[in-house]
């Protein structure tokens, strides 16, 4: 970075003849500027006893030291989503409209690539309806798939346990294995006497092994456990994957 200025002739920084630059340059190449200011205009503004003063500024960086830009993809992919320029295809979900593009979709999930360029029925039409997932959560997994971007804790609602539940849902259902070991991930936070039966479903259900380890080692300090068998979730535990028990036998004890 190259940085050269006059000196006035009180001593002040010109503001009119100064210039710089940033620049990559090679150990034998010549750098600079061949036409600073002219001659004349030199002696009758800034010299002084035939002396004028320069001031150059050199900030040396080495490769690994030069600043990078962020990525900014994510912003413009986000921008697409938006405002839905180019779109081909439109999902409606509880009653609510999402238009997007079906070359992001499949290059994110081998499900929507399967339905939008295969041989089903689906891959023919503009409009497509799905069933069993809300509104809220189908935007958020468009979003994601869109940005790569989770949503922060504070966009979760008043209910983020049943929310991230809800979208691991749907990340397994579309083969999306990153936003589901986000949703796992996050889940873990939210493990509690109240909800780590219910969790430890999920986790047993959409073979989420970090998460089910998480639980089992919840389970396994005796005031959580004593707590959390009165709790509906572990009831629905046991009555669904009777196999856990051995396993929460074995962890307690």
């Given amino acids: 970075m190259f940085n050269v200025f006059l000196l006035n002739r009180d001593g002040a920084p010109s503001l009119t003849q100064a210039r710089k630059f940033q620049q ?15 001659g004349s205009h030199l002696e ?4 002084t006893n035939g002396v004028a003063r320069f001031v150059c500024g050199v900030i040396v960086f ?20 938006d405002c839905a320029i180019g779109s081909d295809v439109s999902f409606v979900v509880g009653g609510e409209t999402f238009p997007a593009h079906r070359a992001v979709l499949a290059a994110r999930s081998p499900v929507f690539k399967a339905e939008l360029f295969g041989s089903m029925a689906d891959a023919t039409m503009p409009s497509i309806t799905v069933q069993d997932i809300e509104p809220a959560v189908f935007k ?3 979003r994601f798939m869109y940005t790569d971007s989770f949503p922060a804790d504070t966009e979760l609602g008043d209910s ?5 539940q809800h979208l691991l849902v749907v990340a397994d259902r579309y083969a999306l ?6 949703c796992s991930l996050k889940l873990i936070k939210n ?39 009165f709790t509906d979730g572990f009831a629905i535990l046991l009555q669904k994957f009777p196999s856990l028990a051995a396993e929460l036998r074995r962890v307690v004890i």
């Avoid at 990559?24 to 002219?38: D, N």
């Avoid at 009758?44 to 010299?47: A, D, F, M, N, P």
């Avoid at 490769?63 to 921008?79: A, E, T, Y």
């Avoid at 983020?160 to 991230?164: E, F, G, S, V």
């Fill in 191 to 229: 493990v509690s006497v109240n909800t780590v039966g219910s969790i430890l479903v999920f986790a047993e259900t959409y073979n989420c092994p970090v998460l089910k380890n998480k639980c089992l080692d919840f389970f396994a300090v005796e005031k959580n456990f004593k707590e959390a068998v």
């Fill in 140 to 142: 958020l997994m468009l």
């Fill in 177 to 182: 294995d990153r936003l589901k070991l986000i």
């Fill in 62 to 81: 080495n490769d690994n030291d030069m600043p990078m830009p962020q990525h900014d993809i994510g912003i413009h992919f986000g921008n697409l989503l």
């Fill in 44 to 47: 009758l503004t800034y010299s």
């Fill in 24 to 38: 990559v340059f090679q150990p034998e190449a010549p750098w600079g500027w061949q036409k600073f200011v002219k």
């Fill in 160 to 164: 983020p346990t049943d929310l991230l």
